[in-house]
Each structure stands twice: as C-alpha cells, then as structure tokens.
C-alpha cells in the first residue's frame, strides 16, 4: 500500500540516506533503531507531514488512504472527556453528532474503556490515556495506523494488556501498522516484520519477516521468541556499539 523509493530525508545533516522499504495492505511492521536514527521520520513522511528531500514515497492505491498517528504522549484535550476526545478527528470532518457518537462508544468498547465515556483525561491512568489516544486515531477508520513509541512511559504490565488489546484490534479490524519503538521483544511479538535502522543518517540494515504460524499458543514465554528476540537485539546492539 506504500513505498519508499531512494528515500532521502536531509535537515541540517543527513538524517535517512536511501530509504527503500515496501508496506503491503494489511502488515504489521515494527521499526527499531538507535535514537537519532530517523524512525519517528519514517512516519512523517509515511504520514505526508513532511516530504523526502530525495526519492519517492508513493501509495499503491486509488485514493490516499486514511492515517491515524498516535504518538507517546497521549495528547488529549484536557477540558473534553473520553468520548468527546475521541469524537474529535469526526467532528473536525463535519460528521453529525449522532452518527459521530455511535462511532466513538464503538471503539470505546474495542479499546476496553466501556464506563469511562465521561471521564476527563486527569481522572485516567496512563494506560487509560493511552486507550483513549488509539481510539482517537482509529475513530476514522484509518487505513494505516502510525504508532510512535505510544506504549514507552506505561508501567510493564500496562503496556502488555495495551499490546495485548492492539494485537486483537489490529487482527480484526485487519489495517496497516508501522510501529517504532525500543523494545525489541515489543516489536518481535507484535510485528509480522520487523525493519531495522543503522545509527544516523538511518539506512535499512535489517527487514526481516518474522513467521509465527507454527508457534506456541503460549508465544509469549516460548523459547522461538526467546530466539528471535536474541537475533534481532544482536543487530541492534551492533549497531549501537559501532
Ligand atoms: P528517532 O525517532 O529515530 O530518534 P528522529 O527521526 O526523531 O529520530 O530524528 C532523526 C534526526 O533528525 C535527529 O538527529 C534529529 O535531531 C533530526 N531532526 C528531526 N527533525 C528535525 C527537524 N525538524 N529539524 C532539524 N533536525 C531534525
Ligand atoms: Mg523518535
């Protein structure tokens, strides 16, 4: 559904050199790297905000599809409670009020914040932010779901019941995620592939396909994860100490 060609992204500095990467409709990809290594300007350009300085970045599809970008800090309106944060992205389109409401109680229910419609941001968790943010940016029914380390200030067990819910929502509602983080178990459990970034200017050092048909029902402590998180740490840490 996307492609980077030759994709150059220069600032001051060089920040990505070379860019090619192929998103298919319906993948789960994960991005790592170093900081500094232009992950969270992959999504920019994936999201049009911003535009290559070199190359290409095109969508294989009839329209432009719809993008919902979450980012780690959960950005809501303090003043609006759950459900009038998550109508917003609808409201700022024009769509009316009862269609927009039966819309966001919707994906209230699927991101697990039934009973807290009326709540106001300072009353929730951080995981509970965090819900609200997801169903914000999924409230459109996006195609392509940009996620930039939304689940790195939530507590361990937080973040795995977070990770737990997207997996499930993701394999439902079957769009196209591209999800940086730092966690490299994060991005193999959740990702059918997982990108891998050189330190800056950022290249393309490792696209892998992580196949998990045949794993355990228990995947999570199983000894296939326990191996390709291995792997995929060793690159990193490569990368890191170079
Ligand atoms: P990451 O998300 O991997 O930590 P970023 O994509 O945020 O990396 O940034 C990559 C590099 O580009 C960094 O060195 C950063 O300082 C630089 N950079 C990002 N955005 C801008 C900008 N708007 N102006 C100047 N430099 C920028
Ligand atoms: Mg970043």
């Not at 298919?24 to 905000?49: C, D, H, M, N, V």
């Not at 178990?185 to 990702?191: C, F, K, M, T």
């Not at 998990?212 to 228990?218: C, I, M, V």
Request: hydrophobic share 40%; proline share 4%; with cysteine.
């Amino acid at each position: 559904m996307l492609k980077f060609t030759n994709v150059f992204k220069n600032y001051d500095k060089s920040v990505l050199a070379d860019i090619n990467m192929e998103v298919e409709e319906g993948e789960f990809i994960s991005i790592l790297g170093p900081s500094g290594s232009g992950k969270s300007t992959i999504l920019r350009l994936a999201s049009k905000l911003i535009k290559p300085s070199r190359g290409k970045i095109s969508y294989q599809r009839n329209k432009p599809p719809s993008i919902g970008f979450v980012f780690q800090d959960a950005t809501l309106m303090p003043w609006r409670n759950v459900l009038d944060n998550i109508i917003l992205p609808l409201e700022l389109k024009g769509v009316r009020r009862n269609i927009s409401t039966k819309k966001a109680a919707e994906w209230i229910m699927k991101v697990g914040l039934e009973g807290k419609e009326n709540s106001f941001p300072g009353e929730l968790s951080g995981g509970q932010k965090m819900r609200v943010s997801l169903a914000r940016s999924m409230v459109t029914d996006c195609d392509l779901l940009l996620l930039d380390e939304p689940f790195a200030a939530l507590d361990e067990i937080t973040r795995r019941k977070l990770e737990e819910d997207l997996l499930k929502i993701w394999k439902r509602e079957k769009f196209t995620i591209l999800l940086v983080t730092h966690s490299v178990s994060e991005a193999v459990y959740l990702s059918e592939r997982v990108i891998v970034l050189s330190m800056g200017p950022g290249k393309i050092i490792s696209d892998k396909k992580i196949f998990k048909e045949n794993f355990d029902q228990d995947f999570r402590n199983s000894q296939q994860l326990f191996d390709l998180n291995k792997t995929v740490y060793n690159l990193l840490a490569r990368e890191e100490n170079s």
